[in-house]
């Protein structure tokens, strides 16, 4: 297991470096404003991409041995283009996205919803490497593309516009999707329509649960973005989001042992196992998560302004009042994966509902008034927010974990056990991993 851990957070850790590195470039090129105006623009393209996985996403994974992959090509496809089309004109109807680049996001979010179908067949096929390979290439593609295009503008002397970051970002999904072609080509299968909406309604109820928890998750931490936008305008928000990303790294642990934590219950029968082993997790991951957000905490104003420029100082408070709550979200992501290796998607859809009425309720009062007073008190109310929200959110899942396995408030106390299941899980597989290549 310990591999697979390792494996998913270095993968995740790449990833972190390439969109960091862009966050450094976007936030020193456009500024608040145009930071604000690309966090909306994201916004919007992750709500789209998660609409599009209620028919096809990860289920693929599941269907691709058991079913026609000539079918579940069909529909995901057909799916992606209908999603998509009615998503865009639905989120520019309600101003939800900056409207001078609708088609641009149309455009990248039907080029990345099939992009995404096809490395979902790679994984269901368990072609990890190339499934790994394609991620890879797409985040390589975009800081490269970049880069490059940035000296070139810099030499030639043209101003770079949001709208060549999202040009950019469109081809850096476009060259791997065109690439994956050949090899979708080759396992598409046989064409057939027999149990054609059968098949489609078995998609629909698959994703359903997850996709749900997914987008009340998605709009339980970016509904604030809506709120400041609205309240206060761009530039505020351009602050709010960049306070956000950095505090978000703190979740690239949490987030990789909890989706190898996922597999490796799901796998097992052992109710006891199950309970121990997710607790020694939880904690785990809470000591893990409250040191690296002290050490955050703890960065200089003056660093933050040398790295993103000194439009960005006030982001800083953001950090500090988001903190509670990411430490909080890291330890519900341990729990909600316990429940999601039972199958029980609905509780993890229920707790990040609760969380998003909540930032709903508390964001429609409190953030109108925090804006008459000005930027700072606008993004700190936010971020307060958040963190209430996911409070909230955990509290929910803690009680039902601690009902559905009987724990009490001593069993989330760090014991010898858990260092025993640390050392043998983690610590005892790495050292026999490292043994095994020196042999």
């Known amino acids: 297991m310990i591999n697979k851990i390792i494996g998913t957070f270095l993968s995740r850790l790449l990833a972190m470096m390439v969109m960091f590195t862009v966050v450094i470039i976007n936030t020193n090129t456009f500024g608040a404003s145009g930071t604000g105006t690309l966090g909306l623009f994201l916004l919007g393209f992750t709500m789209l991409q998660i609409l599009a996985h209620f028919i096809g996403g990860a289920t693929i994974v599941y269907l691709i041995p058991r079913k026609s992959n000539f079918q579940i090509i069909t529909l995901s496809y057909i799916w992606a283009i209908f999603i998509n089309l009615i998503g865009v004109f ?13 088609w641009e996001l149309l455009i990248l979010s039907l080029i990345s919803s099939f992009f995404f179908i096809h490395i979902f067949i790679m994984q269901g096929k ?29 030499k030639i002397k043209i101003k770079a516009e949001i709208a060549h970051y999202i040009h950019i970002f469109i081809i850096s999904y476009f060259i791997p999707l065109l690439i994956s072609y050949r090899y979708i080509l080759k396992h598409i299968g046989k064409v057939s329509y027999d149990g054609f909406w059968a098949l489609l309604l078995e998609m629909g ?9 997914n987008l009340s998750q998605l709009m339980n931490y970016r509904l604030s973005y809506y709120f400041i936008n609205t309240f206060a305008g761009v530039k505020p928000l351009g602050l709010f989001e960049l306070g956000t990303k950095l505090s978000e790294v703190v979740w690239i642990f949490p987030k990789s042992i909890s989706s190898v934590q996922y597999a490796h219950i799901a796998n097992n ?62 330890c519900l992501s341990i729990l909600a994966h316990y429940f999601s290796g039972y199958g029980k998607y609905w509780i993890n859809t229920l ?17 109108p008034q925090a804006a008459n007073r000005g930027t700072l008190s606008t993004i700190e109310c ?22 559905h396995t009987k724990s009490h408030l001593k069993d989330f ?17 790495l050292l026999l991993i490292r043994k095994k290549k020196r042999e």
């Open 413 to 429: 106390i760090l014991s010898q056990k858990d260092i025993q299941i640390f050392k043998n899980e983690i610590v005892g597989k």
């Open 351 to 367: 707790s990040s509902l609760l969380g998003f009425i909540f930032t709903l309720v508390l964001g429609l009062i409190f953030i």
């Open 269 to 330: 029968p052992d109710k006891t196992y199950r309970k121990q082993f997710t607790l020694s997790l939880f904690k785990l991951v809470f000591i893990f998560s409250l040191l690296a957000i002290l050490i955050l905490m703890s960065i200089p104003n003056r660093w933050i302004e040398a790295i993103f420029s000194a439009e960005f100082s006030q982001s800083r408070n953001v950090i500090f009042r988001l903190a509670p709550g990411i430490v909080f979200l890291s």
């Open 90 to 102: 639905l989120l520019k109807q309600f101003k939800l996205i900056p409207l001078d680049v609708v």
């Open 382 to 403: 936010a971020a307060t927010i958040n963190s209430i929200s996911y409070f909230i959110s955990f509290i929910f899942t803690f009680v039902i974990f601690s009902v």
């Open 126 to 154: 368990e072609d990890i490497k190339r499934y790994n390979y394609y991620q890879v290439a797409q985040l390589l593609v975009l800081i490269s593309t970049y880069e490059i295009t940035l000296l070139v503008f810099k």
């Open 205 to 213: 109820k698959l994703g359903f649960w997850v996709q749900l928890a």
